[in-house]
């Protein structure tokens, strides 16, 4: 049974070869056959990645594609393809890659926005201040002012001899008399009252800048970095289908 004949152009595989070649004869073979320059293992990666990678599929505009596929290429090195052939294995790369990117781009994304070597970390808020208030006066005055005018005249006449004049005062000796009392009461009241009502609105907008200082600047990168390659993990598990169990 020929399972083998050939995977690449140029790229020979005996007719008695009847396992799936590993990933690193695969590079090893696109980057080296024919060629004087032997590329080390250590750049086959990077020297073989977009011939393997050559379709489309979503990855997040933060992740460097070039180092994405070297990544994989590496982990997956010594493992053998999971399909007979070259063209079956990238095919189902391609559609794998398609179905898990969009849920890890999300991810990648997300610890992105950390500013992990921003020693400050400024909040900004916005304040609106509405104040009302209200300002009631009632003012009442009552004012009563009483008057009372007494006037009392007494006119007495006496054609007395003189020397009884004295006798006048006691109304022993008086021809004429005449005794009046002219009494008056006044009252007035004035009364006076005011309402006034003012009312006052406020209205004020303020923003607030707050800085803190982190000190966890090294705590925070190693976070980073195990959330990064925590999502990575994640991503070789789901293309570990793609591969025999077996090395």
Request: a negative charge; charged letters at 25%.
């Amino acid at each position: 049974m020929i399972i083998f004949p050939t995977i690449f152009s140029g790229m020979y595989i005996p007719d008695d070869y009847n396992i799936p070649p590993t990933l690193y004869s695969i590079m090893n073979s696109l980057a080296n056959f024919e060629n004087e320059n032997q590329i080390k293992i250590k750049d086959l990666a990077l020297s073989t990645h977009s011939k393997i990678f050559d379709f489309n599929y979503p990855l997040a505009s933060i992740i460097n594609r070039e180092e994405f596929e070297c990544q994989i290429l590496n982990h997956f090195i010594m493992r053998r393809i999971g399909y007979e052939t070259m063209t079956a294995f990238k095919i189902a790369l391609n559609v794998k890659l398609n179905e898990i990117m969009p849920m890890y781009n999300k991810l990648f994304e997300a610890i992105n926005n950390w500013n992990i070597f921003d020693n400050v970390e400024t909040t900004t808020r916005e304040l609106q201040d509405n104040r009302t208030s209200s300002e009631e006066n009632n003012i009442n005055n009552n004012m009563i002012n009483q008057t009372a005018n007494s006037n009392i005249s007494d006119r007495r006449n006496s054609e007395l001899p003189q020397n009884e004049i004295n006798d006048v005062r006691d109304g022993s000796y008086l021809t004429d008399y005449n005794f009046d009392t002219d009494t008056s009461n006044s009252n007035s009241n004035t009364s006076s009252s005011s309402n006034s009502n003012t009312n006052n609105n406020e209205e004020s907008n303020s923003k607030e800048t707050i800085k803190k200082v982190k000190s966890r600047n090294m705590e925070d990168y190693k976070i980073f970095l195990e959330n990064k390659q925590n999502i990575m993990t994640m991503i070789y598990k789901d293309l570990d289908v793609l591969f025999y169990g077996l090395i």
